[in-house]
């Protein structure tokens, strides 16, 4: 049903003065009230009004209305509410705690958790930081009981965009996360003292990054599913083109042999051409049938193909 609701003062601020709007108004059986009304009648300054399901609202009214600072206990789950009230709606400061032993004290709007709050939860991990329509939405910060810690994005109740997370143990990922996995680009740093820069999915590293060992060795390259693909390796001061199956070691060859092998096809392609330039031909029959020469070998320009490094974990 409407009916035209009289709102106190502070509805706008723009006039001290009361007015009145007509709203969509839904009647809540109480079966009794006692405490302060106004000429009407009315439920209006203190007052406690106990519902017929047994829920309790005890604290201020106006003109009929739950407004001010109130507290609302549910009677069939023993949760409770205390804080700001507008217009019979949980609107302001407020603290809500269930049952179970969950609590939240912050922000609220139109009877929803919405703004910068605090959670936390029965087993004792708490969340503080930004909320949107009863969400962890925003940014924030979630301490776990276990000392795990995550501060950064979070996007309808999981963590998504940039963030960086610390183990109990104190390895850390700081980079980007999507529906509570980390996705995307980022660094993750273990105790020991390796490294890991670069793309990551679904938690695992996948696509080009850079591995750095405890003893200073490198892999620059490919990578699947934790395990690397084909790349660059530099051990004790040495490169090596390496490939893998399965993250099995398949073939290493030192990389300076790669480009010196290169180097000599290179040359062999050159002294072809010329020869096919200067003299036509024998020659240039050579030039033509070895189909531009590259044999047996890579080029320099395919070396460690796929390896471009989008620069930034393995968990």
């Known amino acids: 049903m409407t009916e035209r609701i009289t709102l106190p003062p502070d509805y706008s601020s723009s006039s001290d003065e009361e007015s009145s709007v007509e709203l969509e108004t839904f009647p809540i059986a ?20 106990l519902y017929y399901s047994g829920d309790i609202y005890d604290g201020d009214f106006y003109n009929g209305l739950q407004h001010g600072f109130g507290t609302f206990t549910w009677s069939s789950s023993g949760d409770a509410y205390v804080g700001d009230w507008y217009l ?11 049952k179970s032993g969950a609590k939240y004290e912050g922000d609220f709007i139109d009877g929803c958790m919405e703004g910068y709050g605090k959670y936390t939860w029965p087993q004792g991990s708490v969340y503080e930081g930004e909320w949107k329509r009863d969400k962890i939405h925003g940014k924030g910060q979630k301490v776990w009981v276990s000392g795990a810690k995550y501060v950064g994005e979070y996007k309808d109740g999981l963590m998504s965009g940039r963030g960086r997370y610390t183990w109990p143990h104190g390895s850390t990922y700081d980079g980007e996360w999507k529906k509570d996995k980390i996705n995307g680009f980022g660094v993750k740093t273990w105790t020991s003292g390796a490294t890991y820069v670069g793309s990551f999915k679904d938690g695992v590293m996948s696509g ?4 750095t060992w405890p003893n200073g060795d490198t892999f620059v390259g490919r990578w699947k ?17 390496e490939w893998f199956v399965d993250g099995a070691p398949k073939e ?11 180097k000599k096809i290179s040359k ?8 096919g330039e200067g003299g036509g031909g024998e020659g240039a029959g050579e030039g033509k049938g070895d189909g531009g020469g590259v044999v047996g070998g890579e080029t ?16």
């Open 30 to 49: 109480c079966k009794s009230y006692s405490g302060e009304t106004n000429s009407e009648g009315l439920p209006h300054g203190k007052g406690r009004k």
């Open 88 to 98: 019979n709606q949980i609107h302001g400061k407020g603290i809500k705690n269930w």
């Open 208 to 211: 080009s990054g850079r591995y």
């Open 225 to 241: 599913k934790d395990k690397r693909s084909r790349g660059v390796s530099v051990r004790s001061g040495v490169k090596y083109q």
């Open 252 to 262: 290493s060859v030192r990389y300076e042999q790669v480009v010196e092998e290169d």
């Open 268 to 275: 062999g392609i050159e002294e072809r051409r010329r020869r």
């Open 300 to 315: 320099e320009s395919n070396i460690g193909e796929g390896m471009r490094l989008d620069e930034t974990m393995m968990v």
